[in-house]
């Protein structure tokens, strides 16, 4: 139990609080973003990656509620995953087994309150989904948390302003600066004045792994958009010759995904490894969400057809498909060069155990070859056009449109689609670089970029009846 006395000297005193109650020390940035929080309204922090911003949120959420009578605390990210999983498990890390504070602070999976205050006293955990997610607070002392700031929609920080004209009431929002533009964005550049505003260098923090920062760079260059997001904190410079922004990357791995059961759409995909240090990325897309199953370095095609398989075979059972009520699930593979003893093993897998492997719907697929079309010269620069076009926020007249393409946040795969360029041909026509072109640029191959373009383009399956195999 907390003394009275305690309570005031540690209400304007986050530090020593965290120091002395928490039992941790914060960093020196962690400790300037404590103290900027107690003396100022509105505090945004941009940082790279593990520099330690959702540990520094739950210090602040904990020593607020603490040191605040009845005070309100709601918290939002843009996804279920980094608000519950990471803010709101590190704010129950600190409060476990903490004798000072366990017994008096009462976290539960969306709520922390004070022990016989649940209604008046607590913090709350709302992901960013909701319009209404921060609206409805009305206390003396409101502190308003926003995780990852920079993929929250503008309209979730609407009520927030309007409350803090209370004299008691504080902002703290953190983030990896993705967007050019936005609530987020403003706070560190039109509206900077209005407040106490961080920029925290992944390289100059204790906390990040030195092996991760010489990753990106010798991967992907220190003038790269991946690394100035990820590492550096800084804005993406969005180059002129770079077909997909990054700001369209990062938004769609920030939006929110709940498995809404039976997936209406199911599609495989394989980029088969060419070279020794290319790799082989197996993937697969239930409806808009795309997840990275395996990768592994090798060009044994075998193994590849195999782990394919185990692959189909895992989703028929997790979605419990049948040959006469679903579907087969196309499966779509890099056909160029070693690629093609992939396609033929399946096929050959497929005329032996045709009754098992009714869901095997085989799609070969050429990178780089000549198309007939008005905009696109070839085969990738389409398919790279149809993935731009999932990730765009709005349709070709403006109007916002539903997310279509839901990517997961990989370091490699996000560098290599914000990292493609293009040019036009003499026809005027767009062309993407080759994987090639890639490598010879220093950039390590976009396999897990190509996987992705697997999955997304749009085939044709041939007519059949259900239960019948073709």
């Not at 605040?68 to 709601?74: A, G, M, T, V, Y």
């Not at 600190?94 to 008046?120: D, F, Q, S, V």
């Not at 909701?130 to 995780?147: M, N």
């Not at 403003?186 to 990753?215: E, M």
Request: with cysteine; glycine share 6%.
């Amino acid at each position: 139990m907390i003394t009275e006395d305690a309570i005031n000297f540690y209400a304007s005193r986050p530090v020593e609080f965290v120091e002395d109650i928490i039992g941790a020390i914060p960093d020196p940035e962690q400790a300037a973003v404590l103290r900027s929080v107690e003396a100022n309204p509105m505090t945004t922090v941009r940082s790279g990656h593990g520099v330690g911003k959702s540990t520094v949120e739950a210090w602040t959420i904990i020593w607020f509620m603490v040191t605040r009578p009845f005070p309100k605390i709601p918290c939002t990210a843009p996804t279920q995953h980094q608000l519950f999983d990471i803010l709101w498990a590190e704010v129950s890390k600190w409060l476990r087994n903490n004798p000072a504070l366990g017994t008096e602070l009462i976290w539960t999976k969306e709520k922390l309150y004070m022990k016989g205050y649940p209604e008046e006293w607590f913090a709350v955990a709302r992901t960013a989904s909701k319009p209404d997610a921060l609206q409805g607070f009305h206390a003396e002392d409101v502190l308003y948390i926003i995780d990852e700031a920079s993929g929250v929609d503008d309209k979730i920080f609407e009520p927030v302003l309007g409350s803090l004209s209370t004299p008691g009431a504080r902002l703290l929002m953190c983030g990896n600066p993705t967007q050019l533009s936005g609530f987020f964005y403003d706070s560190h550049h039109k509206n900077l004045p209005s407040y106490s505003a961080f920029h925290i260098d992944g390289r100059k923090s204790t906390r990040v792994s030195q092996d991760f920062v010489k990753t990106i760079v010798s991967m992907y260059g220190e003038d790269s958009d991946v690394f100035r997001v990820r590492v550096a904190g800084d804005f993406p410079l969005q180059e002129d010759d770079i077909f997909i922004p990054l700001p369209l990357v990062e938004k769609s791995i920030m939006t929110p995904y709940t498995e809404k059961g039976r997936p209406g759409l199911i599609h495989i995909g394989c980029d088969v490894a060419r070279f020794g240090d290319d790799k082989t990325v197996i993937g697969y897309k239930t409806d808009e969400k795309v997840t990275l199953w395996k990768k592994r370095r090798g060009q044994d095609t075998m193994k590849t057809a195999d782990d394919i398989v185990m692959l189909g075979e895992e989703l028929v059972a997790r979605y419990k498909l049948t040959a006469a009520e679903d579907d087969p699930i196309p499966v779509k593979v890099d056909d160029g060069g070693v690629g093609g003893g992939v396609v033929d093993r399946l096929r050959q897998m497929k005329r032996n155990n045709p009754e098992k492997l009714w869901w095997l719907d085989i799609y070969p697929v050429k990178f780089g070859q000549r198309i007939s079309h008005k905009h696109y010269y070839d085969t990738t620069t389409y398919m790279m056009a149809v993935v731009k076009n999932l990730l765009q926020p709005h349709d070709e007249e403006g109007k916002p449109k539903p997310v279509e393409l839901i990517l997961p946040d990989d370091n490699d795969l996000v560098a290599q689609l914000s990292g493609r360029k293009y040019a036009l041909t003499d026809q005027s026509k767009i062309r993407i670089e080759s994987k090639e072109a890639v490598k010879k640029r220093g950039q390590p191959s976009p396999d897990e970029a190509d996987c992705v373009l697997l999955l997304c383009l749009p085939i044709k399956p041939p007519k059949r009846k259900k239960g019948v195999n073709a």
